[in-house]
């Protein structure tokens, strides 16, 4: 391999991955405002549970069109382009109108001769967006947290079983978004100075934007009206939420449930009843959970005062009206390669939390007598058995 010095540093000749790119060309954001539909954007979601470690995980593939917002999300165990190939093609044969274009990023499970030759040969007009401009692929970008993060959250999956578990949620959640989850998309973009206005078109469905293309067939129509009139969205909602509570338990055990309660055990009248009051509790999704915080109990740093810490607290037991500033003038005057002021708000913070604990004290000291008290003056107070008898006695 050629090397060449350039500028202190070595410049090695590309491979076939970057004679690859060159010859995908490139698509930014301002190109292509109102396409055909069938122009894809397509990307990966990684669920390795927020902090990325070694390992394979289950992926999501999405694919998003750019003119009606029509959403297609696919599961992989892991990131490979052979499932990327499958995908497009099962796609393809599911999509309502023809496949005309994908876009993607550089990832190397796009950018492989595989892939090239795929879309050459089925005539689909592949391009690429430009290296760490996450804003030329804007439309699945956006679908990447509305939908995929909204649905799965942040959990961890890995496994062929987290994997089909997925896929059946996607399988269900598809048909809610696509026929009956409306969506803003921008219609014109005005810049004022810094000022920038924006304008957006009427929320609709991807349903309706499909059915409103004069590029689709009556035919195709037709059997999307059918197939909408034929669906149940508050149904889909349910199914949805079954298959959320099995991937959540999914993520939290590493493996798949066995056998899980479903909502569809849940009357349809408390089902609608919850709907009403399920804002006031956050987000109601299986998969969105707030993890348990640990209480923060250890010392990330070593204590300043560990030493003189004693000495402190005779000066505040002296003089209890000392400020944190003279008391740390004093360190400073006692050991001046050690304190600066560095230390004088710890210092503040360590004497109010004493002052707090011995106010506490002084307290709960106070009110121990005084109960103390009450309860002896009650004593005192109640005559004893014996002279209730004596005066009984002394009476009769």
């Given at each position: 391999m050629?090397?060449?010095?350039?500028?202190?540093?070595?410049?090695?000749?590309?491979?076939?991955?970057?004679?690859i790119?060159r010859?995908?060309?490139?698509?930014?954001?301002?190109?292509?405002?109102?396409?055909?539909?069938?122009?894809l954007?397509?990307?990966?979601?990684?669920?390795?549970?927020?902090?990325?470690?070694?390992?394979?995980?289950?992926?999501?593939?999405?694919?998003?069109?750019?003119?009606?917002?029509?959403?297609?999300?696919?599961?992989?165990?892991?990131?490979?382009?052979?499932?990327?190939?499958?995908?497009?093609?099962?796609?393809?044969?599911?999509?309502?109108?023809?496949?005309?274009?994908?876009?993607?990023?550089?990832?190397?499970?796009?950018?492989?001769?595989?892939?090239?030759?795929?879309?050459?040969?089925?005539?689909?007009?592949?391009?690429?967006?430009?290296?760490?401009?996450?804003?030329?692929?804007?439309?699945?970008?956006?679908?990447?947290?509305?939908i995929?993060?909204?649905?799965?959250?942040?959990?961890?999956?890995?496994?062929?079983?987290?994997?089909?578990t997925?896929?059946?949620?996607?399988?269900?959640s598809?048909l809610?978004?696509?026929?009956?989850?409306?969506?803003?998309?921008?219609?014109?973009?005005?810049?004022?100075?810094?000022?920038?206005?924006?304008?957006?078109?009427?929320?609709l469905?991807?349903?309706e934007?499909?059915?409103?293309?004069?590029?689709?067939?009556?035919?195709?129509?037709r059997?999307?009206?059918?197939q909408?009139?034929a669906?149940?969205?508050?149904?889909?909602l349910?199914?949805?939420?079954?298959?959320?509570?099995?991937?959540?338990?999914?993520?939290?055990?590493?493996?798949?449930?066995?056998?899980?309660k479903?909502?569809?055990?849940?009357p349809?009248?408390?089902?609608?009843?919850?709907?009403?009051?399920?804002?006031?509790?956050?987000?109601?999704?299986?998969?969105h959970?707030?993890?348990?915080?640990?209480?923060?109990?250890?010392?990330?740093?070593e204590?300043?005062?560990?030493?003189?810490?004693?000495?402190?607290?005779?000066?505040?037991?002296a003089?209890?009206?000392?400020?944190?500033q003279?008391?740390?003038?004093?360190?400073?005057?006692?050991?001046?390669?050690?304190?600066?002021?560095?230390?004088?708000r710890?210092?503040?913070?360590?004497?109010?939390?004493?002052?707090?604990?011995r106010?506490?004290?002084?307290?709960?000291?106070?009110?121990?007598?005084?109960?103390?008290?009450?309860?002896?003056?009650?004593?005192?107070?109640?005559?004893?058995?014996?002279?209730?008898?004596?005066?009984?006695?002394?009476?009769?």
């Amino acid at each position: 391999m050629r090397e060449q010095a350039f500028s202190g540093q070595r410049r090695r000749a590309g491979g076939i991955g970057n004679a690859i790119r060159r010859a995908v060309p490139i698509r930014t954001f301002s190109d292509g405002n109102d396409p055909l539909p069938g122009y894809l954007e397509v990307d990966f979601v990684e669920h390795c549970g927020g902090t990325k470690i070694d390992g394979d995980f289950v992926h999501s593939f999405v694919m998003t069109d750019i003119a009606t917002g029509w959403t297609e999300c696919l599961t992989m165990p892991y990131r490979s382009g052979a499932f990327v190939l499958e995908h497009i093609e099962r796609v393809r044969r599911a999509l309502p109108f023809p496949l005309r274009g994908l876009d993607c990023d550089n990832d190397t499970a796009f950018m492989n001769a595989a892939m090239l030759d795929f879309c050459k040969a089925t005539g689909i007009e592949l391009t690429r967006s430009r290296a760490y401009k996450k804003n030329d692929q804007a439309w699945v970008e956006q679908k990447n947290g509305a939908i995929v993060r909204r649905l799965v959250g942040y959990g961890r999956l890995r496994g062929l079983e987290a994997t089909a578990t997925l896929a059946s949620l996607y399988e269900v959640s598809r048909l809610y978004i696509n026929f009956f989850q409306p969506s803003f998309k921008l219609k014109s973009k005005t810049r004022h100075g810094a000022r920038v206005t924006k304008r957006y078109e009427a929320p609709l469905t991807p349903l309706e934007r499909v059915l409103r293309s004069a590029s689709v067939s009556e035919a195709t129509k037709r059997r999307l009206r059918a197939q909408f009139r034929a669906l149940d969205p508050l149904d889909l909602l349910r199914r949805m939420r079954d298959a959320q509570q099995r991937v959540a338990e999914c993520s939290a055990s590493g493996v798949a449930p066995t056998e899980t309660k479903t909502s569809a055990q849940v009357p349809l009248a408390d089902f609608l009843t919850s709907l009403g009051t399920a804002w006031q509790a956050g987000e109601v999704r299986p998969t969105h959970h707030r993890k348990a915080r640990v209480p923060h109990d250890w010392r990330t740093r070593e204590d300043p005062f560990e030493h003189t810490w004693p000495k402190i607290q005779q000066w505040l037991e002296a003089e209890p009206g000392i400020t944190a500033q003279k008391l740390h003038e004093r360190l400073t005057s006692m050991a001046p390669t050690m304190y600066s002021g560095a230390q004088l708000r710890t210092l503040q913070r360590r004497v109010k939390v004493w002052r707090s604990n011995r106010a506490r004290e002084l307290v709960t000291r106070i009110l121990g007598d005084a109960d103390a008290m009450t309860a002896g003056a009650a004593t005192l107070r109640q005559p004893s058995l014996q002279n209730i008898r004596t005066v009984t006695i002394t009476r009769e």
